[in-house]
Each structure stands twice: as C-alpha cells, then as structure tokens.
C-alpha cells in the first residue's frame, strides 16, 4: 500500500479490474474455492508489484478473500458438513474462530456437535457459525494418485492422495536450483514430482491449512517436520479416538 492506503500500480479500481479479468480467464465459471480465489489474487497482486502487508502478505491476501466471500462479491461453492469434517466454529468463550472438527450433526444438518482441536472441548454450533475449510485445492495432481491404503499421518486405511512435500505451484523456484534445505535429492522434475508422502483426503486438507505452500516446501517439506506441529498432532489425536470408517 503506498502512503495514502491505496494499492500500487493503478490503486484498487485497478487491481479490482485486474482480479475480474484473471477470474474470467481462470475461473470461467466465477466461483472457486477461497483458496483458487486467493491465488487469483495473489497472481493480481504479484504481476502488478502490489505487497497488502509485508510482515505477511500471504496471510492478507486470506483475509481479503474471506471478507470478499462474507460480503458476497465473490462466489464459492458451498461444502457439504459432515463428521468429520475441518471446520472454523466460533467459541462460545471468547467469540472468536478456531479449529474444530465435526463431531455429529444435528438437525437435518443446521446445527452440529464440533471438538475444538486447541482444547479438546466439545460445543454444539450453529451452521452459521461454522466456516469450511477448503479441500484440497493446493497440491495440482494430488486427486490422481488416488488409491487404498494406511495413511501415513493418522494411520487410517483409506483413499489416499499424494502429498508434494514440496508443493508443485513451488517447484520453478527450486527447479535446476537448490533444494529446500536438509532436503536429499537432485532439483530436478522427476524428483520433485515424485517427492511426496501418502495422506488420506482430510489428513491432507489438514496440511494445507498449516501455511501457504511457499511456506510448506520450506519449512514442512518431510513427513517428520509436519508431524511434529502442534495442530497436526492434536488433529491426529482426535482422529485415533474415532471409530475407523471408510471414505
């Protein structure tokens, strides 16, 4: 933002015209997921030299896009709830959003019983009160290496995906370069694409919910790494407390 809050490079009427003009050619149908419209977004923004913060830019263009979708100016698909399901519910205590999974629902599916991840605390919620986290929408290719299996951070036998440990929107960045560090292997296509770890649909969700994809490849580029952040153990906590179904 320059010195008068507005955008660089033409200020927001710019920038909302350039969205516009992105969106059409990348989401002809005009709806996508908060994620495809944050990286619309984040294209919008990179080609016109516009930073929204420069602490955590990434972090801004999510909260542009969620504010975007509560406004109704721009459009996602809505979600289907169910158990187990990766929520936001907001906290009877503090009123504010946290991680919670879907516990049972209730009601003809307007009011569901969530366990927030944080604090291990049961709270019957509202559907207005919940907001959905995207499926997995980051990891281009993921839907086809599906396949049964155990999975390799909950432990459940499931359809699998493929996770890439470095992500495939990353890849030009280490491509014929350097690898992430503490990372074994040639920066080279084939190993990048084969580079990757065996996850269930949510277990994955889950992961692309613990930063953005530049931040993935960098600091939870292996299966250890992943599994020794909070939020992940305490979201593979909860899952070895519920009965094993299928997908």
């Known amino acids: 933002l320059d010195d008068e809050g507005e955008p660089g490079a033409g200020g927001a009427a ?14 002809p149908s005009g709806r996508g997921t908060c994620a495809a ?10 080609d016109s030299a516009t930073v929204l913060d420069d602490d955590d830019n990434d972090d801004a263009i999510k909260r542009v896009v969620d504010e975007l979708v509560r406004k109704g100016v721009l459009v996602v698909p809505e979600t289907e709830i169910e158990v187990g399901s990766l929520v936001l519910a907001l906290l009877a ?6 991680e919670a999974v879907v516990q049972e629902v ?7 019983v969530v366990v927030f991840l944080e604090y291990g605390k049961p709270q019957e919620t509202a559907k207005s009160d919940l907001r959905t986290m995207d499926a997995v ?16 951070m909950c432990g459940r036998q499931l359809l699998l995906t493929f996770h890439h440990l470095i992500p ?6 280490y491509m014929k370069k350097r690898l992430p560090p503490g990372i074994e292997g ?14 269930c649909r949510q277990c994955h969700s889950f992961v692309h919910r613990l930063a953005s994809n530049e931040a993935l490849a960098r600091d939870f580029n292996t299966l250890p790494k992943i599994l020794e952040s909070a939020s992940v153990q305490r979201w593979i906590q909860w899952v070895a407390q519920q009965p094993r179904r299928g997908t």
């Not at 710019?14 to 989401?27: G, N």
């Open 106 to 112: 209730l009601s003809g599916g307007e009011r569901f």
């Open 137 to 152: 929408v980051d990891d281009e290719g993921a839907e086809e290496s599906l396949q049964e299996g155990k999975c390799e």
């Open 37 to 46: 419209w944050g990286r619309v977004l984040g294209e919008v923004l990179g």
């Open 93 to 98: 205590e503090d009123e504010d959003w946290h």
């Open 14 to 27: 710019f920038l909302a015209a350039s969205l516009v003009a992105y969106a059409a050619d990348k989401l």
């Open 186 to 199: 040639e920066p080279t296509r084939e190993f990048l694409n084969s580079y990757g770890t065996m996850v």
């Open 168 to 173: 495939k929107d990353t890849h030009p960045t």
